[in-house]
């Protein structure tokens, strides 16, 4: 199975700044790689799929970036909304795998 | 708008058979590339993905729960049913069905239903 890991497990960011999470995988899954984010007692949401192509009505502060190994999730100004867990998944190999997810919590 | 939702029990016992449903709308399983497939969470830890099950009735399974699960396909009704053998308490989580959506060529899973909390427990 492909391991992903994602870090930091958790992050403490204030409204407006950008933050960055990373996620990395055992071996290469090219770009097929996903992020979602999950809000307490909600389902995961889709945001970003193929590593960069963001979900139609996402806003456009969030962002993703690698390919391979190393992926990045960025969100360029925090909003009070943004503030959940961050997941990623890898998709190029069954059995689907995500990582441990990352929460922003508020400074 | 696709929706989908999970239904089944909300306590099982240990080594009994558990049977969700998830009956969905907005997309019929019936258009190449769709699937719906299941994902669970134990409180406080990572997802896991469970199964899979496409419009041509192919079917994909966990390595490490497939002798355990069977997904299954009603398309008339509009619903997957997911079955897991002798469960155990650390089976307790909440469950997921989802969509694997053709924009994305049935890739991933791109919508989700709410989920249903799941203790195991004599």
């Known amino acids: 199975d492909i391991q992903m890991t994602q870090s930091p497990s958790t992050l403490s960011a204030s409204v407006g700044d950008r933050v960055t999470i990373t996620c990395r995988a055992s071996q290469t899954i090219s770009s097929w790689l996903a992020w979602y984010q999950q809000k307490p007692g909600k389902a995961p949401k889709l945001l970003i799929y193929?590593?960069?192509t963001l979900e139609s009505g996402v806003p456009s502060r969030f962002s993703g970036g690698g390919s391979g190994t190393e992926f990045t999730l960025t969100i360029s100004s925090l909003q009070p909304d943004d503030f959940a867990t961050y997941h990623c998944q890898q998709y190029n190999t069954y059995p689907l795998t995500f990582g441990g997810g990352t929460k922003v919590e508020i400074k | 708008q696709i929706t989908l939702k999970e239904s089944g029990p909300t306590l099982v016992k240990p080594k009994q058979t558990l049977t969700l449903t998830c009956t969905f709308s907005?997309?019929?399983?019936?258009?190449?590339?769709?699937?719906v497939g299941w994902i669970r969470q134990p409180p406080g830890k990572a997802l896991e993905w469970l199964a899979l099950i496409y419009w041509d009735d192919d079917k994909r399974y966990s390595p490490s729960l497939k002798g355990r699960l069977t997904i299954t396909k009603d398309t008339s009704k509009n619903q997957v049913v997911l079955t897991m053998a002798n469960m155990d308490p650390v089976d307790a989580a909440s469950y997921y069905c989802a969509y694997w959506g053709v924009q994305t060529g049935g890739a991933l899973p791109t919508s989700w239903g709410q989920g249903t909390l799941l203790t195991v427990s004599s």
């Open positions: 907005g997309f019929s399983l019936r258009t190449s590339g769709e699937g």
């Open positions: 193929k590593a960069s």
